[in-house]
Structures are given as C-alpha cells and as structure tokens.
C-alpha cells in the first residue's frame, strides 16, 4: 500500500509475490536474509507495476518518491539471481543434484555421497567441476 497507494493493485502484487516465490521456492535455501529476499521480491513486483502503469499513462511519476538508484541495484540483483538459475540449469543433471542437496538442503560431503552412493571424492570432484563450469558461465555472460 504504501507504494502503490491502491488496495487492489497491492493485493495483485502480493499474491503475484506469492507464485514468484513459489516458482523460485528452491532459491530461498540459499538466501540468509529470507525475509528482506521476500520484501525486495515485493517491491520489484510493485515498481513493476508501476512502470505498467507508467505506460499506460495511469500514474504520475512523482507520486511514488521512487529513488532511480535503489530501482538499478534492484534490477542488478535480479539479473544476477536469473543469471545463476540459468547457469545452474546448464549444469549436468548428477551436479544439479549435487549443488542442490549442498546448498537447498545443506548437506555436507559424506552425506551426499551416502544419499547418491558416490564417493566423498567423487562429490568433491562434481562440486569442482559445477562451480568452474559455473564461474565460466557467470563470466561469460558478463561480458
């Protein structure tokens, strides 16, 4: 409410949060600050439909106080996380198991490798692999 100043726009934003945070709902086991994630995720969806509004000619620009800096580093963030999600995907289907039992469900090495049969080597070596293959990705998108 406080953004958008409607009640129904904000209840559209709230529950448009709600299925994003769902869909990304793996993402969240890797976020420490869960809850400042789930507001900022919040208030993109808000300045989004601010600029659909903005389009549209419904809005006055100057009614929201909405600093341009802060709206950068939130796109920034965003990019990144998608970014990662990507590359992450590009991952073999044993090292996207493997980051996710590390870092969703925070497993360490021997319980890894006796939930996939593989051995504490064998992890270590997958896990090197994925964060190389994954640092390549990063960087070349960067680019």
């Known amino acids: 409410m406080a953004i958008l100043h409607d009640d129904d726009l904000a209840a559209d934003a709230v529950q448009d949060t709600l299925v994003t945070l769902w869909q990304r709902r793996w993402r969240l086991g890797l976020i420490k600050e869960r809850q400042g994630y789930c507001m900022r995720t919040l208030q993109h969806r808000c300045i989004d439909i601010i600029r659909d509004q903005k389009k549209v000619g419904n809005i006055d620009n100057e009614a929201f106080g909405i600093e341009l800096p802060l709206l950068s580093d939130i796109d920034r963030t965003e990019a990144l996380y998608h970014k990662l999600e990507e590359s992450i995907a590009s991952l073999t289907p044993q090292q996207q198991k493997i980051i996710e039992l590390k870092y969703v ?4 090495i021997h319980d ?3 939930q996939t049969g593989l051995s504490e080597t064998n992890i270590t070596t997958v896990l090197s692999r994925a964060y190389a293959t994954l640092r390549k990705k ?3 998108e960067d680019e």
């Open 105 to 108: 469900k925070q497993l360490g």
């Open 112 to 114: 890894i490798a006796q």
């Open 138 to 140: 990063m960087d070349m």
